[in-house]
């Protein structure tokens, strides 16, 4: 695969998760502005490693699945309308606009991210009610996005000590976004049906591809000092050679599947990214 035929296509995955988000709401509820700016922009690098993984399997790719893969980014959505709190994170900004409480307001910023999680939860049962291997994936996914997962990674993150190693900012980045990463591919392989032994491979990939994806996060910031980065426990040239070494452990999880060119090119894409 090379880089025209990759980015064709995530565009595609993209555009049509797009068309999806833009749908969905019902115009005459309060929420449906918020929730919209909301889910606007983004790679959606969460519904491609759904689909992705999908036809790595040679699954046709259905309408149960676009809702899927649409679930998923609602799932990220709200962590991130959430995140960006002045409880939590306090960001101004998210993806090159205002922040969502800053635009509508911190009220409406908590309502809109519980209204996200709770449409994705509905996404799932409608899944579910029509093939229970997406109530299987469902609840991969909310096990890893919950208290035990990708929540825990927040209060990880909130709470951490003045002085912290190398493996307490790991497990914070393992738990923020391997975990989600995880339900995204792994997902896919089980409505794929696939074995454990390869649930397992994929579960490494996910893994290393998460703590690759937030340690490139961390080597493009400018100030670092007062949150977690890998840069105040490891200097530069220490922190790229640990980001070489989780991609080819990456790299290396998934050389054993077919149809694996897109997966294997996404390690490199995220790595040299530049935001």
């Known amino acids: 695969m090379n880089k025209e035929i990759f980015q064709k296509s995530l565009n595609d995955n993209r555009n049509l998760i797009d068309k999806k988000a833009i749908s969905y709401f019902t115009d005459k509820y309060k929420l449906v502005e918020p929730l919209a700016y909301a889910m606007d922009s983004g790679k959606r690098i969460r519904a491609n490693l759904y689909l992705e993984t999908l036809k790595m399997f040679n699954k046709v790719i259905t309408n149960l699945d676009l809702n899927f893969a649409l679930a998923l980014e ?19 900004m998210r993806r090159g606009k205002a922040s969502l409480h800053i635009k509508f307001g911190e009220d409406i910023a908590i309502l809109t991210g519980d209204a996200l999680l709770n449409e994705a939860s509905s996404l799932i049962f409608d899944l579910s009610s029509e093939n229970l291997d997406y109530a299987k994936a469902g609840r991969y996914l909310f096990e890893h996005t919950g208290y035990k997962g990708m929540v825990e990674g927040q209060v990880l993150d909130l709470r951490c000590p003045d002085h912290y190693n190398k493996d307490y900012l790991l497990n914070v980045y393992d738990k923020k976004t391997s975990d989600l990463f995880k339900a995204s591919i792994v997902s896919a392989a ?78 490199d894409y995220l790595s040299v990214r530049e935001k």
């Open 74 to 92: 609602m799932v990220h959505a709200y962590s991130l309308v959430h995140d960006d709190l002045p409880a939590m994170d306090d960001d101004d």
């Open 190 to 267: 089980i409505v794929s049906n696939c074995s454990d032994q390869k649930v397992k491979k994929l579960e490494e990939f996910a893994y290393n591809l998460g703590l690759a994806y937030q340690i490139q996060d961390d080597l493009l910031e400018d100030s670092y000092t007062d949150e977690l980065n890998i840069l105040n426990v490891l200097d530069k040239s220490a922190a790229i050679k640990l980001l070489d070494d989780i991609n080819k452990k990456a790299k290396s999880s998934i050389l054993e599947f077919e149809n694996n060119d897109f997966l294997l090119f996404l390690i």
